[in-house]
């Protein structure tokens, strides 16, 4: 089976201002005011071990016409990149990352609900959290860092692609095994593509 890997992209905030300039967001209500850059300090055991590059910054504000948050909407992913207007309806996309995110699916729907995406949840069947040997649980322990990087990967994935259901797979440790062991088991799930970010 062929893997579609898609790399997630840590924007800086020169990136998101040249992104910006590709788009027309809404326009702002007030000054944004930005918080500082700060890394997700992801979790690893060994120095083999895969590193996640998840980068955040607080950005305070509002769309002038919406109270939806600053910064790149779904609708501006969309446009930047020409995606089809299907949203993805009928496809699966894998996210595969280290560790467990015990709040995924509540972050998820969250992110969902801001933007006025259809709810994604275990519930409708549209969103699964497995281990890595593909079991709805025990997952692995937590971890703070790998959570904001599975979180970002999760909304990526939604504005990307907010009719495709989502699998997250979570290697038990960030180290090279586990996760081609995770990322093995999202190809045997038939995942259309697979985000090993």
């Not at 992913?77 to 560790?99: F, K, N, P, Q, R």
């Not at 990307?160 to 440790?173: H, K």
Request: charged share 15%; glycine share 8%; net charge negative.
């Amino acid at each position: 089976m062929k893997r579609l890997r898609i790399t997630r992209i840590t924007l800086s905030a020169v990136a998101a201002a040249s992104l910006a300039g590709l788009v027309a967001p809404n326009p702002v209500s007030a000054a944004p005011t930005l918080g500082p850059l700060t890394n997700a300090g992801c979790a690893t055991e060994s120095g083999n071990d895969v590193r996640c590059f998840a980068e955040y910054r607080a950005v305070h504000g509002t769309r002038a016409s919406t109270a939806t948050p600053l910064g790149l909407a779904p609708a501006d992913i969309a446009s930047a990149y020409a995606l089809s207007g299907d949203g993805g309806a009928g496809h699966t996309v894998a996210i595969v990352d280290a560790y467990d995110d015990p709040n995924a699916e509540s972050d998820l729907a969250t992110y969902r609900a801001t933007y006025g995406l259809p709810p994604c949840t275990a519930a409708n069947g549209c969103f699964h959290k497995l281990n890595q040997a593909g079991a709805p649980g025990p997952y692995p322990d937590p971890d703070p860092g790998w959570s904001v990087e599975i979180s970002l990967d999760l909304d990526a994935v939604s504005a990307a692609c907010p009719q495709c259901s989502i699998t997250l797979v979570e290697g038990d440790r960030a180290d090279p095994a586990s996760l081609a062991i995770a990322e093995d088991t999202a190809v045997a799930l038939s995942a259309t593509a697979v985000s090993n970010s």
